[in-house]
């Protein structure tokens, strides 16, 4: 069974940090890039990060460009995200979700259920 | 770069058919067929619907088609169903950088 698991989410206070993990299976995890994105309570998508397939190219969203760094283990399909200085606005649920690169077609075909990491004092 | 533009809600009768637009720049929908949608039940995970503008992934209903032209995409639902009741948002790659979804429509049958 095909299958992405977030955990790592939780509380925690503005200033501080978080890792996040993805484990994949019933995937070649190292056919796909990997991403997170998020979603605040009651609004809509927001693209986080990406990271492509060695794991020696990554993107940022502005929003989270210089907190926030993605990393990724293929010897343990697994996905992370490393969270920094969290600000009140980082309040989400954070999906993990796979895009296929054979061939790349920029879409989400794998979504795990997300983990929620609430910052507040 | 901002979010994609959409209408907040669109809403339609059992069996008949509605469009969401989204709408871009020419720098990401106007330059790149590849925009996808993604249907979100309330609790639920994104599922894709559409992907590279006008293509279904296997198992999602024919019902669902879309389209672009110039730098808006649209996604169409035809003989609405209840269980079409959902969140649909689109996506759109904007260069190598730059990832971007809509800000989502609220889609109810009514």
């Known amino acids: 069974q095909v299958q992405l698991v977030e955990s790592g989410g939780g509380l925690v206070k503005p200033g501080g940090s978080l890792r996040l993990s993805c484990a994949a299976s019933g995937l070649t995890f190292s056919d796909y890039y990997m991403s997170w994105i998020r979603q605040a309570p009651g609004k809509g998508l927001e693209w986080v990060s990406y990271i492509i397939i060695s794991g020696s190219t990554t993107y940022y969203a502005d929003s989270v460009k210089g907190r926030f760094t993605i990393s990724r283990d293929n010897a343990k399909n697994s996905l992370y995200l490393q969270m920094n200085s969290l600000r009140a606005e980082d309040t989400a649920v954070y999906y993990c979700?796979?895009?296929?690169?054979?061939?790349?077609?920029?879409?989400?075909?794998?979504w795990g259920r997300g983990t929620l990491v609430t910052v507040s004092s | 770069q901002s979010a994609l533009t959409q209408p907040a809600s669109v809403s339609g009768s059992p069996g008949q058919s509605i469009t969401i637009s989204c709408t871009g720049t020419?720098?990401?929908?106007?330059?790149?067929?590849?925009v996808s949608w993604y249907q979100q039940h309330p609790g639920k995970v994104p599922k894709v619907m559409i992907y590279?503008?006008?293509k279904r992934p296997s198992g999602v209903s024919n019902r669902f088609s879309g389209s672009k032209s110039g730098n808006t995409a649209s996604l169409t639902i035809s003989g609405l169903q209840a269980e079409d009741e959902a969140d649909y948002y689109c996506f759109s790659y904007a260069g190598r950088s730059i990832l971007l979804f809509g800000g989502g429509t609220k889609l109810t049958v009514l």
């Open positions: 979700a796979a895009m296929a690169t054979i061939p790349l077609l920029w879409y989400f075909d794998l």
């Open positions: 590279e503008v006008n």
């Open positions: 020419s720098s990401d929908v106007g330059s790149y067929n590849l």
